[in-house]
């Protein structure tokens, strides 16, 4: 039986941004997601992006409509949600009309430039969280701050945020330490959700049955039904998600200062 699934990340809206080129595009995508067991996805365009994809709420929205429509014209069953991805900025705001997950005012998708954490990053996220909104940061096992300081995975869902893994990190497709710091952050019960990112039909699509086997395999099926199907059923619905105990991650940058100085102290 295939294993139940939601994915809250994907780009199968077409006209948007960089992903689905056009309508077919977008209707193999869902074909394919659906055809694997994914029962619900949530398009998240780029809004507020570093490439500029400034797009109106009222036409991604009209584009939604749209793809839902043709969807159900196809035969497909899988159910689609609005949300978005949004790219951090100081003045990030929710006044979008498509910011946060299914519009419930409780979780939306955040992402950084992979180089980097910005600096303005913590406080702006605390705002929202004092407010009760709760950032799920997208993909943290692609950007070099939370690959340089582990520990900052930590802190940040210490601090109430939650943490979305890419599928295809866990696969190996963006090299061997995103794919490390993915499956460590599972195994500190640092992850909160699996999702596609999808963009296109073919390479980088709208697919999560392969890492949710290898979850399975190295954690549990408990584990890869959190991840993949109760955190995101819970996400869209606007229910509260129990992060539960979490095991502190160590820097790989503090443990080797630590060392130099053990080393430096023995030797005086
Ligand atoms: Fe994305």
Known sequence: MKPRMIDIHSHILPFIDDGADDWDCALTMLAKAEAEGIRTIVATPHILSEHNFKNEGSKILQIYDELRTRAKQAGLKIEIIIGSEIYAQPD??????????NSNQK????????NSIPR???DLLFKFAVDGIVPIIAHPERNAGFLNRYDFVYEYVQRGNLMQINEGSLRGRFGNKPKELAFKMIEHKLAHF????GHKKDTR???????YALVTEKSNKKTAQLLFYENPRRAILGEPIDIGEILPMESELKKSVWQKLKTFSKNQ
Do not use: G, K, N, R
């Open 205 to 211: 699509t709208v697919t999560l049955a392969e890492s």
């Open 107 to 114: 979780y939306f998708l955040i992402e950084f430039p992979l």
């Open 194 to 197: 699996v999702a596609s990112d």
């Open 92 to 101: 990030t705001s929710l006044a979008h009309q498509i910011a946060t997950i």
């Open 120 to 122: 303005f990053v913590p």
